[in-house]
């Protein structure tokens, strides 16, 4: 399975960002074997809107079936769940031990966006 986790760095020891629309990059990981692609995503930590649902198209387009993030807006959860993607809100310390979080049962999938948009 592919897990998209928001991250400071470029690394699996990289802390989790708690943005998801603002997050500096996004680390789309295999839950087997923990190899990862860096999705670079500070173009949208300045945008002045769209943030959001620009990551989430970006998530979409790398084949994530999960996002692991600390906080997840209106607009991109909305964007991320007609893309048939789920949320774990959240989601801290970093992106591996988030995604252990995440395959031991310990992060739950939301039903609504945790935060109001643009924060």
């Known amino acids: ?11 699996l020891d990289s802390p989790v960002d708690q943005r998801f ?4 990059y ?5 839950s087997e074997t923990l190899n990862f692609e860096v999705l670079d995503n500070r173009e949208n930590v300045n945008s002045l809107k769209g943030a959001g649902i620009q990551a989430a198209a ?10 692991l993030t600390g906080f ?10 007609a893309a048939g993607i789920k949320v774990a809100n959240d989601a801290s310390g970093t ?25």
Do not use: Y
Not at 1 to 11: C, D, F, L, R
Not at 21 to 24: C, K, L, P, V
Not at 26 to 30: A, G, N, R, S, T
């Open 72 to 81: 997840c807006g209106p607009n991109a959860f909305r964007t991320l769940k």
């Open 26 to 30: 996004i680390l789309i990981v295999d």
């Open 58 to 67: 970006n998530v979409h387009n790398k084949g994530a079936e999960v996002l």
């Open 95 to 119: 992106v591996r031990q988030a995604v252990q979080s995440f395959l031991d049962g310990k992060l739950t999938l939301a039903d609504k966006a945790n935060v109001e948009g643009h924060w």
């Open 21 to 24: 629309g603002r997050a500096a």
């Open 1 to 11: 399975m592919k897990i998209a986790v928001t991250s400071q760095g470029k690394e």
